[in-house]
């Protein structure tokens, strides 16, 4: 069974450019989530979907931040614009449902410079 | 306020030996806890869980205590194997509220010494 797929692995950009995250959860998986993961810490969740409706986005800076969920499979994590504080790792995980085990992708790191 | 806590940063063991890995929560609704490993270049990876009812879970290698009267867990790795280095993060979650929305703590980073 393959994992969660996230791309890209790794980018780098200047503050206030625009920047796009990737996720293909694995198959069959309703839930899908967004951490962020900065240096030192654990993953902070973003935001949770069950299949293509928000289910939680209390802690997504939403003056910069946005995501989305068409269809209900690949979701698409959005940056714009980018400041430094939002260097860090950016997790996708998915899992059959709320209230089951979460499974991570390999994350996108983010370097602002 | 960190609701999951884990005070120890890192823990080198010798290979063969037992590693202790502990985790402290504050919020009384937490009722289901787990440990999640990752290796650098890596997402995390869900290794053992254990729920309010139990205090005690255990696979193969790897047992999970819950002393929920001290609002404290623990991870034992016996035998450790220079493959557990890692780190390990503690997670918690209230799915009494409908979600399993987790709370990670820091992490502790686990060196095993062959």
């Known amino acids: 069974e393959a994992g969660v797929a996230q791309s890209p692995r790794y980018k780098i950009i200047e503050k206030r450019q625009s920047v796009a995250f990737w996720c293909n959860p694995i198959s069959g998986h309703a839930t899908l989530y967004w951490y962020q993961q900065i240096l030192g810490q654990g993953p902070k969740l973003l935001i949770q979907?069950?299949?293509?409706?928000?289910?939680?986005d209390s802690q997504l800076p939403k003056d910069r931040f946005s995501a989305e969920r068409l269809k209900g499979v690949d979701s698409t994590l959005k940056i714009q614009p980018a400041k430094l504080e939002d260097s860090a790792v950016y997790l996708c995980?998915?899992?059959?449902?709320?209230?089951?085990?979460?499974?991570f992708g390999p994350g996108t790191r983010l370097l602002v410079l | 306020d960190q609701q999951v806590k884990q005070n120890s940063p890192s823990l080198s063991v010798q290979e063969g030996r037992i590693s202790i890995l502990n985790c402290d929560y504050t919020n009384s609704m937490f009722d289901y806890f787990l440990w999640y490993k990752k290796y650098p270049a890596e997402g995390p990876t869900f290794l053992i869980s254990i729920s309010s009812i139990k205090d005690k879970n255990e696979d193969g290698r790897f047992t999970v205590f819950l002393n929920k009267s001290a609002k404290h867990l623990s991870l034992h790795i016996v035998p450790s194997q220079p493959g557990d280095s890692a780190v390990y993060f503690c997670?918690?979650?209230?799915?009494?509220?409908?979600?399993?929305?987790?709370?990670f703590g820091k992490g502790t980073k686990l060196s095993v010494i062959p």
């Open positions: 979907f069950q299949n293509n409706g928000v289910v939680d």
């Open positions: 995980a998915s899992s059959q449902g709320t209230l089951e085990t979460q499974y």
């Open positions: 997670a918690a979650s209230g799915s009494g509220a409908g979600s399993y929305q987790l709370t």
